[in-house]
């Protein structure tokens, strides 16, 4: 069990009875990267209370931790506990996974061959540098694409790289290469400001003062650069709120970069937090990630979450997640609570209604469908969403869809690659 760990976070409700987030909690068990003897008792103690194998396996797929939940199971002689489907499909989507990665590594090293060599530096963002630093096997966390943050004023010049390595820009995402199967993404802005401008309320900063903070690492013998460690968790907690957290891997990563941390770190972090004008931001996350994972903070990271003062709503939304294993559909309007009243109003504006090019997207609508028909589209995905959370509340665990958001358009996550359908049992 990890340290730390509450026992009641793996206690069944009333005596004799099924534990409804049994199988969310077999997969927040499931975040370590190396399991051990401790790790096997914690999971052989939750399989005792009897999950739904085929639920366990369809939710590890929809979370993207196949590849950990596949790991951790070996490790501890339970994986023929799943049924022949479950089992089957969580080991080929560790080494689907394996494969993947390592095939989207060498791109990215072919890639930074030629930027390192244009002296262009590039940032790496979200999977491909938490693969390298907080994973020890690249079948563990998987990659649906690379996200590459570049200056704007060196653009031009990176496109041209790419043409020449055979990557052809996306008719409909400007900033979106491929070639074969490898998607790149290239961002001018961390949190994705060039598709929605108001993000750059989110911020007390400019985007250039965070990346002037960025340390250098070696990806296949070629320089890259990362964000510094506490702006990395920064992006990390607005992204994966940004989404409701809607995969559970977002907060293994978060876990697996600050296992081992030092005070002096976390205190780092709680002044960068402060200073990024993100600390609420942060300790929801960091919150929510010891609610899930049944850890309890010591020591400075204890003291980071001791400061917060999150609002009711907020504390509702994260007891929510611990009973259904998913925030409600609003949480990322709570990113605007940093901005000042002009800054949070053209947040919450833009999030509801973007830009006409980003409905477009969205709905798939052609170029010159008209303005005001996307608009009456899109009120009514929002009022459905209302409707939909009304009438969930009060119903059991959440088993959510890949996908998008009403308040976050499907086309601000990404293509995610689903294993085909599930079965019956694990609808």
Known sequence: MPAGMDPSAVRPHGKGAMDPMIEHKILAAAMEPRPGPVQHRLLNRLFRYGPDADRLAALALINGMPGLLYVNLSSARLLDRLSQWGAGVLKRAYYRTAAGNIRLLEDLGQILERTETARIPVV?????????????DVGLRPMVDLDLWIRARDGEHVFSLLANLGYAQDP??????????TTLDLHTDPLGGGRIAA????????????FRRCRAIRVSGKRALVPDDPDRIVLLALHALKHGVDRMIWLADIRNLVAG???DRWTQLSLRAQR???SKAVACVLRLLWTVSGERPTGAAAALDAQARLSPPVRWALRRYAARGALPQWIPLFLASRSRPVGRIAYLLETLFPRPAVLRQVFGHPAQEERARLYIR????????????VRSRGKGPDLPEPGGSALMPACDIGVRHGPGPFPPSAR
């Open 172 to 181: 409909t995402y400007g900033m979106t290469f491929r070639r074969g199967p």
């Open 199 to 210: 993000r750059r309320f989110l911020l007390a900063v400019e985007p250039e003062d965070l």
């Open 124 to 136: 790496l963002l979200q999977g491909a540098s938490i693969v390298l630093e907080a994973y020890p």
């Open 378 to 389: 899109r009120l009514g995905q929002l009022a459905g969403t209302a409707v939909g959370t």
């Open 261 to 263: 941390w030092p005070k």
């Open 276 to 278: 990024l004008g993100q």
